[in-house]
């Protein structure tokens, strides 16, 4: 089955900074990876996906790029401020109904 | 906004006994599915359901997990004969269609 793996584990960077959380995956079937939020004492919450027909996608301050060739895609997120703090989750799908999630990364933006 | 609620919060019970975790997806979403994340573990997939039956399982969804919506709001995780392993954050989760979810804030299951 698909592995998804995660990197860094943590992650810590100045407010204003950018921060990139970096995710590969194994199986080429797979076509669709969104990225999740989780706050503590809360579920994971959707902040961007992207689909394997397009290499890039933006939302104000989040970008996900996505390398088909290398099965690798990424989440940057510009301009952090500290309610950007929280684990992140990057997940892989192929038939949209079963994700195949990363181990996450804690991120702590220090004010 | 629309959220996916899950009760309890925590729930904890004896080695041996059977649990059932609640959700209740969101109001216009066609699919539903149970995740699990084992403490410092990934989250892992359980189960999907639409139209009434299961769509896909994973190996962890054995005989002892069964899934039902016993109405038109609710749908239902229920684990037969709880061992230790089970204690985990279960987390509900649906979508209007394939793709991209809301979960709800998961229910903590402590197994004694």
């Known amino acids: 089955g698909e592995n998804v793996e995660q990197h860094p584990s943590t992650l810590s960077v100045q407010e204003g900074d950018s921060a990139v959380i970096k995710c590969t995956y194994s199986?080429?079937?797979?076509?669709?990876f969104p990225w999740y939020k989780q706050e503590l004492g809360k579920g994971p919450q959707l902040i961007i996906d992207?689909?394997?027909?397009?290499g890039e996608k933006k939302d104000q301050r989040i970008a996900v790029t996505l390398n088909k060739t290398a099965k690798h895609f990424s989440l940057h997120i510009t301009e952090t401020q500290p309610e950007d703090s929280a684990v992140y989750f990057c997940?892989?799908?192929?038939?949209?109904?079963?994700?195949?999630f990363g181990t996450g990364t804690s991120l702590t933006v220090i004010p | 906004e629309p959220e996916v609620t899950q009760t309890p919060s925590h729930q904890v019970t004896q080695m041996g006994q059977e649990v059932i975790l609640r959700c209740v997806p969101i109001s216009n979403h066609l699919y539903f599915y149970w995740y699990r994340q084992i403490l410092g573990q990934k989250v892992e997939f359980l189960v999907s359901?639409?139209?009434?039956?299961?769509?896909?399982k994973s190996e962890i969804f054995d005989d002892q997990f069964s899934v039902e919506r016993p109405d038109g709001s609710n749908f239902t995780l229920k684990i037969r004969s709880t061992k230790l392993e089970d204690s985990a954050m279960y987390f509900c989760a649906s979508s209007e269609d394939l793709g991209g979810y809301t979960f709800g804030s998961g229910t903590r299951l402590t197994v004694v």
């Open positions: 359901f639409y139209n009434n039956e299961i769509s896909e």
């Open positions: 997940a892989a799908s192929i038939s949209g109904n079963q994700f195949y």
């Open positions: 992207i689909r394997s027909n397009v």
């Open positions: 199986d080429s079937a797979s076509n669709y």
